[in-house]
């Protein structure tokens, strides 16, 4: 199962130059990074990233996190996907562009 992390530019540039990233700011305050489903990811984008442009969208295996990914309730008790480590580049399957159109960010296909 894939599972996605929005970054800006600047966070993104951090995890392709340097190889791993403990995540946004967000992410350093709660202690793990967050991720969205394929079902989650555009809920995500339109109430943390409404506006923002410049952004780009990760696809991560989820099985291949190991037990450092943990499903916890988060929106409406839906379960999200939270690692508590690092992320590391190598892990990052697919990264696309997020553009912004003028009804919010244009998604690729996400399987």
């Known amino acids: 199962m894939l599972i996605y992390k929005i ?14 990233t403990a995540g946004a700011p967000v992410d350093l305050a709660d202690g793990f990074i967050h991720f ?32 450092d990914l943990k499903w916890e309730a988060s929106r409406g008790g839906a379960l999200f996907p939270h690692l508590y480590r690092a992320l590391r580049r190598d892990e990052v ?16 296909d996400l399987p």
């Open 7 to 20: 970054f800006r530019t600047d966070e993104w540039a951090v995890l392709d130059a340097e190889g791993e």
């Open 93 to 108: 399957l697919r990264v696309d562009p997020l553009l912004l159109g003028p009804h919010g960010h244009d998604f690729p």
């Open 36 to 67: 969205s489903t394929a079902e989650q990811v555009r809920e995500t984008a339109a109430k943390h990233f409404r506006g923002v442009d410049g952004l780009f969208l990760a696809a991560v295996d989820a099985d291949a996190l190991g037990d």
